[in-house]
């Protein structure tokens, strides 16, 4: 984790209408699979509260196993260190990462949260019967490893 990172509370993510729509679209043309990639931007503090502005996304090739795509996402690992040495010289983080849920509701499974890692933001769009439905945006607390849903302020 960036040592930028530390254990500060970010409250809402900030989306355009144009990266949530980029969201959906992978999400249907990787149904009836998972599609995955990462959040590119920075975190913004203002009087004391901190937003997370996603300026750009990076598509992710799902390596996990092909018969097991449909609910399981894993980034080539090649792929998210390009993305993220590539956000660092920009000045920017990896805030986080999206992925889509196939028929299946738009809230974290027990593997996504044993997968995942306090900080980073996890957007979540389900696709039923490859259409886009609800999107939702969750971030771990590394006290109680737990899931807390965050805020889409959609832009």
Known sequence: MSEQANNKTVNDLILSDALRRQIE??????????????????????????RREVERLEPGRNVFEKEEQYHRFSIDPAQQLKAERAAEQEGKLVLGY??????????????????????????????????????????????????????????
């Open 25 to 50: 679209v992978e999400g249907v043309a990787a149904y009836p699979n998972e599609c995955c990639g990462m959040l590119i931007g920075c975190d913004i503090t203002e009087n004391g509260a901190t």
């Open 98 to 155: 999206y992925h889509s849920h196939p028929d299946h509701p738009a809230r974290p499974s027990e593997y996504d949260r044993q997968h995942a890692w306090p900080f980073y933001s996890y957007v979540i769009v389900a696709i039923e019967k490859g259409k886009p439905a609800a999107m939702t945006s969750w971030v771990l607390d590394d006290v109680t490893e737990t899931f807390g849903e965050q805020k889409i302020v959609i832009v």
